[in-house]
């Protein structure tokens, strides 16, 4: 069992910054590949970015790319998502969620991520 706790999210003016993070339980965070994605009222579930296990390696969503940064400390068990230049479209409930599997790849499918966050507000006004 994996719990994570996202925080992190808030009200943010368009242009402004934020940061998430997610603490994770477990002694073998290590082993997770991490990822961010969000949620907007009425769409689904989309990918934002993802860490590999050793934090070498990150993958961005197209519309984020340049903006956000996604990194991880295996030794405090947390994954942090840096969000600069903020849109009012990056609004959303933001989830961190956690791979537990041996695959080498990074999926971008929220199907294949094992545990998930509660999710963080993110709310960007123009």
């Known amino acids: 069992q994996v719990q994570l706790v996202e925080s992190g999210g808030g009200l943010v003016q368009a242009g402004g910054s934020l940061r998430l993070s997610c603490a994770a339980s477990g002694r073998t965070f290590s082993s997770y590949v991490m990822a961010w994605f969000r949620q907007a009222p009425g769409k689904e579930r989309e990918f934002v970015a993802a860490i590999s296990r050793g934090g070498l390696n990150t993958y961005y969503a197209d519309s984020v790319k340049g903006r956000f940064t996604i990194s991880r400390d295996n030794a405090k068990n947390t994954v942090y998502l840096q969000m600069n230049s903020l849109k009012p479209e990056d609004a959303a409930v933001y989830y961190c969620?956690?791979?537990?599997?041996?695959?080498?790849?990074?999926?971008?499918?929220?199907?294949?991520?094992?545990?998930w966050g509660q999710g963080t507000q993110v709310t960007v006004s123009s």
């Open positions: 969620a956690a791979d537990l599997s041996v695959r080498v790849e990074v999926r971008r499918i929220p199907d294949e991520y094992d545990y």
